[in-house]
């Protein structure tokens, strides 16, 4: 599949983050304008004969079937696609009301949405489609636009209850309780996500500095490989090709 052809759902701003040392904050090093970005799911890459058995597949519930692809523009409406595997983020954090961060093992970035209306909607596709996934039940908030997805791999809510378990029934043991987002304000409390600071000036960069920098495109100045693979890699590293 042609990520071309795929339908973007929506065109943002995006900040690579690299982590201010002695601080525990994190400060833009690297910014791209007018970046579609896709939520992508690994049969989106499969073959219309594999496409026949998405129904009958036993997915995984680690987020490692799903990625975020953010194209990066280049010469004649060209782009290089870098992509975020679903199973390696922590936690996913609205910071005002078009600004998301998402913060994974080795890297942050933040993305700057067109439309603040859509904010609602994003959290709630990756909540109901990752079950690995639960709120920050002091964080979120929908009735002032406020989001905070954890991965349950990396943190667990002293608030988010445990999973109730039948003795009776061993396939029942590993059974987990998945909250609805909240539908009234949380104001007492101290949430247990992490807890950063952002330095985010508005992007700068005209377009042909942007592709005279297309070599060190990378998280990090390419010091964490891996993190983000080209469009032909995709289906083989971001979701892995054993399915």
Known sequence: MEMQNKQHFDVVT?????????????????????????????????????????ARHRWPTDGSDYAIVIGIPQQFQQYIYKSIPMNEVNYIHSIDHRTIIINTLKFECAI?????????????????????????????????????????????LNNEPEPEQDDDDD????????????????????????????????????????IEQTEIMIIDDGQNDGQ????????????????
């Open 14 to 54: 995006v900040w690579e983050m690299k982590k201010i040392p002695g601080e525990g904050g994190y400060q833009a090093t690297n910014t791209w304008n007018n970046c579609p970005i896709y939520f992508t799911h690994i049969s989106d890459f499969w073959t219309d004969e594999q496409r026949q058995f998405v």
């Open 112 to 156: 700057e949405i067109s439309d603040s209306y859509k904010m609602a909607s994003i959290f709630y596709t990756l909540y109901g489609k990752i079950p690995c996934f639960y709120w920050d039940l002091i964080i979120t908030n929908p009735n002032i636009n406020s989001f905070c997805l954890l991965n349950r791999n990396y943190s667990r």
């Open 171 to 210: 396939d029942n043991n590993n059974s987990t309780i998945r909250l609805p987002p909240p539908s009234i304000p949380t104001i007492d409390g101290q949430s247990t996500s992490a807890s950063t600071t952002y330095s985010m000036p508005p992007p700068t960069t005209e377009m042909n500095d942007l």
């Open 228 to 243: 983000f693979w080209d469009e032909e890699e995709l289906d083989e590293i971001v979701f892995g090709d054993d399915f």
